[in-house]
């Protein structure tokens, strides 16, 4: 079966400063979908990245950006130019192989500080 | 185009009572999930509809829970007899065919305490 992992609980950064948000999964697929969302306070759940695993170009949106290393499963989120309104939980999901739906991480929780 | 809408954003019942969870997905699309978060733990799967028939519920924790997604379109999740543990977030999710390959829109959620 397939997990994802994301070790760092809870991370804090500066505003403007970068930030990089760890996540690992486990597959013994080769052909699968990684993503990245954020859940603000407010509650709704954003997609804010997208992976597909047969792409070894790593996918940007903005200041958002992953690091998608497929032999080593990591799938790390860098955030340039963090704003306050990027605090919030962001949660790595993988989807692929015979799972039928998306699995999720714990989340971490990232706080921007002024 | 409208999101996934669920309501109620918020439930407090007392233990033993039984609480219905509403879902709109997005109009067209086929695929409709519901998930779970208990606090401070991962996101968990509990079922996912194709129209109006269950694909997969083998994430139900157990038969206090039940699905139903009439003609295709809402989808309902109540829990009978409500226990302590159920309490966290209930989203509900949507998407079109094929699947998930460019992730899921989710509904706002609603929390569930059963005191």
């Known amino acids: 079966a397939q997990t994802v992992t994301q070790s760092q609980p809870e991370m804090s950064v500066q505003e403007a400063e970068t930030v990089t948000l760890s996540c690992t999964y486990d597959?013994?697929?080769?052909?699968?979908?990684l993503f990245w969302y954020k859940q603000p306070p407010s509650r709704q759940m954003i997609l804010v990245i997208r992976?597909?695993?047969?792409?070894?170009q790593n996918a940007t949106e903005n200041r958002f950006s992953v690091n998608f290393q497929k032999a080593a499963k990591s799938f790390s989120l860098k955030i340039s130019d963090s704003q306050l309104g990027d605090t919030a939980m962001y949660f790595c999901?993988?989807?692929?192989?015979?799972?039928?739906?998306?699995?999720f991480g714990k989340g971490t929780k990232l706080s921007v500080k002024p | 185009e409208a999101g996934v809408t669920q309501f109620p954003s918020h439930s407090v019942i007392e233990k033993g009572q039984t609480v219905t969870l509403r879902c709109d997905p997005i109009?067209?699309?086929?695929?409709l999930y519901w998930y779970r978060r208990v606090m401070g733990k991962e996101i968990k799967f509990l079922l996912h509809?194709?129209?109006?028939?269950?694909?997969?519920e083998s994430g139900m924790p157990n038969n206090r829970f039940l699905a139903e997604r009439t003609g295709g379109t809402y989808s309902t999740l109540k829990v009978q007899p409500a226990e302590l543990e159920d309490s966290g977030v209930y989203f509900c999710?949507?998407?079109?065919?094929?699947?998930?390959?460019?992730?899921?829109?989710f509904g706002s959620g609603t929390r569930l305490t059963v005191v």
């Open positions: 999901a993988f989807y692929g192989g015979s799972q039928g739906n998306l699995i």
């Open positions: 992976q597909e695993a047969y792409k070894q």
């Open positions: 597959t013994s697929e080769n052909n699968y979908y």
């Open positions: 109009s067209g699309h086929d695929n």
């Open positions: 999710a949507s998407s079109h065919p094929p699947a998930g390959i460019y992730g899921y829109t």
């Open positions: 509809f194709v129209k109006e028939s269950k694909q997969d």
